[in-house]
């Protein structure tokens, strides 16, 4: 099998993790970290609205938990388009969006939305030879956890409020 004849569901990540497009700053960040993941797809059920990046993440963060918390993730998203792709799509068209995009991850969605993502890491995996076997049915995993930020209260010397 030749790295032209790869196709994008042949390449693509499919057990998720994504993020609720309400959900806030502080817990997309808490997810990238505990899956290990560098890409959040943005989802409002299995419609995909786009990618949240760590960087684009800290880029945009300003101020302690409590301001992170009370901002969603769909505002980070901005107004640009970013390409999407489809499973039976080439890998090469894939390599092709993301470099005319600036982009290293792309979402790949089918008739039912959100099938999988492939990431930049995908395409040289793929390059490379080393293709992941097709992992079962696709799964993808939002938020299974809610962070409450504790905020420090004013305390009286003796450790009273």
């Known amino acids: 099998m030749t790295v032209e004849s790869l196709t994008a569901g042949q390449v693509m990540s ?13 817990m997309a960040w808490e997810l990238m970290r505990r899956a290990g993941v560098h890409h959040l797809p ?3 059920g299995r419609h995909v609205l786009g990618i ?13 938990p409590q301001e992170q918390s009370s901002r969603q993730v769909r ?5 640009e388009r ?3 792709v489809r499973p039976d799509t080439p890998l090469p068209r ?6 005319d995009a600036g982009c290293d991850a792309v979402p790949v969605v089918d008739g039912d939305g959100l099938s999988g993502i ?7 995996s793929a390059v490379a030879g080393r293709l992941r076997p097709a992992e079962g049915p696709r799964e993808m995993v939002t938020g299974m956890f809610r962070l409450e930020p504790v905020l420090p209260s004013t305390l009286s010397p003796e450790g009273v409020a």
């Open 82 to 84: 970013r390409p999407v």
């Open 52 to 64: 949240l990046t760590r960087e684009l993440v800290s880029a945009s963060w300003s101020g302690g």
């Open 75 to 79: 505002a980070l998203l901005g107004c």
């Open 42 to 44: 943005v989802v409002e």
């Open 14 to 26: 499919r057990c998720l993790v994504a993020i609720k497009s309400d959900e806030s700053p502080l």
């Open 94 to 99: 894939v390599a092709a969006a993301m470099l």
């Open 118 to 124: 492939i990431t930049a890491h995908d395409v040289l």
